[in-house]
């Protein structure tokens, strides 16, 4: 039948070399992760970067190592899968009990789940939006307040403020009925200043001072004020928010997969391929523009409100337009509609500001030049999009 | 008497004061092939544009199987069962050539962000269906487009696009199919293979109707039914190729008056 002519005839190579590639750039990763966290000295840092840089163009150079790294971890998906978590689940007992280098981890993902968010729009759609850092701080401000004022618990105010974010995002979706392309950035600018402004002036929000201790989550009796103690082993408190913030990324990333995988992922590729074309293949165009932005505020203020509670501590500044403009950039040089692209170009942007540190006044001048260098190796993105795959092994 | 397929009445639009199409009068019936020929600029792709819904009329009614279906936006005329294609072929790219005639199912399948997200099975069988779908059409439609149904649709050339822009549309299982200069760009051989392809379609799909934008007179003497010729937006003449090629009129409308006279 059909089915079998799908299922690309290969003949399935031995698992060995597979698992070997799989874990060797598992763990690789994790430690080049680890040692740019770790490393204190600006040489060693520069050092990491250049390794990056050169594994990068190692794979442009070579398309065909990319291809084998990738069918590796096609043929070994559930071995990969393990790892990967046991990866996650053992990283914190690997930072040294830094407490900066987790709390950098816990930002990182946070940033990658936003930038998981706006993916679905730029990435899959190519709906140019600078509005998602006014939903991350939309959802951040809804917990917030429902925690401050009414002392609603932290995990029931992750469901209200994304559905809070979700109906403004439905609103900032409106104008995508008669605006396109750059109008269209135009006004989700404008919706993120009114965000920011109204944040600032409203007095219920605190104005320019904000929400000042929002209480830490507890669960099963234990707060995520308190260091996490496991088998002798003590990890700092942000260890916490690190597993929690790990989840939600997962989370995002089996959304991102699912949507991607269905119709709604190809309805919103062939909006971004050719809106003329989508519209005449009987595609709504309204709605998933809309449906877009709701599923990005969705995301985006389970982000916020895990940030409201782990800093404590909120204000506009905190959402203002340049951090949309970081999300943007962070899928640009990732690699649109490709989730681990998006990831990663979540940890660099956040990562690099911190680690170059050293340079001061200087620093944002040079993370702009590493970005440009990694666009100039890779002009589609770190990793840039890949066609579906249907029927193959799942 | 067999109700039409595609009935157009007094259908006009104008930009301005610009009347680019002009009390036109079509009647598509089921499982015919209507040819819309005339000189460059007379409204032909306009008159598609309002029959597909990317323009709304500004005055006229277009009815698909008994159903008036005038000022409708495209997605809904495009489920009502009216595919196109597009003069200069569009489609998607960046995906491959299995996606694309996927995305032509869209209206046919069912399954929504809640269903991606919450049943992820029930949505992951329907696309795989969907798919397996796809790539039979397209294997019906050539061997070679079906051989390299995993490309991407942008590395493909001039007369294989146009045959994945026709798999797309017959994908959504449409009532009547609106091919605008099909062979535009081909040469001799693979105007004859598009011929061929639209006959065996036809003889796939009783009922299936073709409006077809032509310029290429071999394939609109070989192919259609009727010829309908438009001129400055206006229907000059509609019937047998052979009887409207002799009409003075007609003769005007491509040659100029003078020249007319002499032909």
């Known amino acids: 039948m059909a089915n079998h002519e799908l299922s690309l005839a290969q003949p399935r190579p031995a698992t060995g070399p597979d698992l070997a590639i799989v874990a060797g750039v598992q763990l690789g990763g994790a430690a080049l992760l680890g040692a740019f966290l770790l490393g204190e000295k600006t040489a060693v840092v ?14 442009q150079l070579r398309p065909g190592l990319e291809e084998r790294i990738v069918s590796a971890f096609r043929a070994q998906r559930r071995p990969a899968l393990a790892l990967g978590v046991g990866i996650v689940l053992a990283y914190p007992f690997f930072m040294q009990g830094s407490s900066y280098a987790l709390h950098l981890l816990v930002i990182a993902l946070l940033y990658s789940v936003l930038a998981l968010a706006l993916n679905f729009q730029l990435g899959s759609a190519n709906i140019p939006n600078f509005a998602t850092g006014a939903s991350y701080g939309i959802g951040a401000y809804t917990s917030a307040l429902l925690a401050l004022n009414f002392g609603v618990s932290f995990w029931l105010t992750l469901p209200v403020a994304a559905v809070v974010a979700t109906i403004f995002g439905f609103l900032l979706g ?17 919706f993120g200043i009114v965000v920011h402004q109204l944040l600032n002036n409203f007095s219920w929000t605190g104005g320019p001072n904000g929400l000042v201790g929002i209480p830490a989550p507890t669960i099963f009796g234990h707060s995520f004020a308190q260091p996490i103690e496991v088998l002798g082993f003590r990890l700092p408190s942000q260890a916490n928010f690190y597993y929690l913030s790990a989840a939600l990324v997962a989370l995002s990333i089996l959304s991102a997969k699912r949507l991607h995988d269905s119709r709604v992922g190809l309805a919103w590729n062939a909006l971004r391929a050719d809106p003329l074309a989508a519209r005449c293949q009987g595609i709504d165009v309204v709605w998933y523009k809309m449906l877009a932005f709701g599923v990005d505020a969705f995301l985006a203020a389970f982000a916020g409100t895990i940030y409201a509670f782990y800093v404590s501590y909120i204000s506009p500044d905190n959402f203002t337009f340049l951090v949309s403009v970081t999300i943007m950039t962070m899928v640009i040089v990732g690699g649109m509609d490709n989730t681990l692209g998006v990831i990663l170009g979540a940890f660099l942007l956040t990562l690099l500001p911190e680690k170059l540190r050293i340079f001061a006044d200087y620093r944002l001048l040079f993370v702009g030049v590493i970005v440009i260098l990694f666009l100039i190796l890779r002009p589609q993105g770190l990793f840039p999009q890949r066609p579906r795959h249907y029927g193959g092994p799942q | 008497m067999t109700r039409s397929a595609l009935q157009v009445t007094n259908l006009s639009i104008r930009f301005g004061g610009l009347v680019a199409v002009a009390d036109v009068d079509l009647t598509l019936n089921p499982s015919e092939v209507l040819c819309i020929i005339g000189p460059n600029g007379a409204g032909k792709s306009t008159l598609f544009n309002l029959i597909s819904g990317i323009y709304r009329p500004s005055s006229g009614k277009v009815e698909l199987d008994g159903r008036d279906i005038t000022g409708w936006p495209a997605h809904r005329i495009a489920a009502a069962g009216i595919a196109r294609t597009f003069q ?15 995305i032509g199912m869209h209206t046919r399948t069912r399954s929504g962000v809640l269903d991606a997200l919450l049943r992820p099975r029930k949505a992951r069988a329907e696309l795989t ?21 995993h490309m991407l ?3 493909l050339p001039q007369a294989d696009r146009r045959r994945l822009e026709i798999a797309r549309a017959l994908a959504s299982e449409p009532k009547v199919i609106m091919l605008d200069e099909p062979s535009s760009g081909m040469d001799d051989r693979d105007t004859d293979a598009l011929m061929a392809d639209v006959r065996r379609v036809m003889a796939e799909r009783p009922g299936l109707s073709f409006l077809i934008i032509e310029h290429d007179m071999r394939l609109v003497a070989a192919l259609p039914d009727r010829v309908a010729v438009i001129d400055y937006g206006r229907k000059i003449a509609d019937g047998q190729f052979a009887e409207v ?17 002499h032909a």
């Open chain 1, 46 to 59: 520069v050092a990491l970067l250049a390794v990056m840089g050169a594994i990068f163009a190692l794979l």
């Open chain 1, 174 to 190: 409106f104008p995508s009925m008669r605006t396109r392309e750059s109008y269209l950035a135009l006004v989700t600018i404008a």
């Open chain 2, 88 to 102: 200069s072929s569009r489609l998607f790219n960046d995906l491959t050539l299995v996606d694309n005639v996927v």
């Open chain 2, 129 to 149: 269906e969907a798919a397996e779908r796809a790539t039979e059409l397209i294997r019906s439609i050539s061997p070679h487009l079906y051989a390299r149904r």
């Open chain 2, 153 to 155: 649709a942008g590395a």
């Open chain 2, 245 to 261: 090629r002799l009409m003075p009129r007609v003769q005007e409308a491509y040659l100029g008056q003078k020249a007319a006279q």
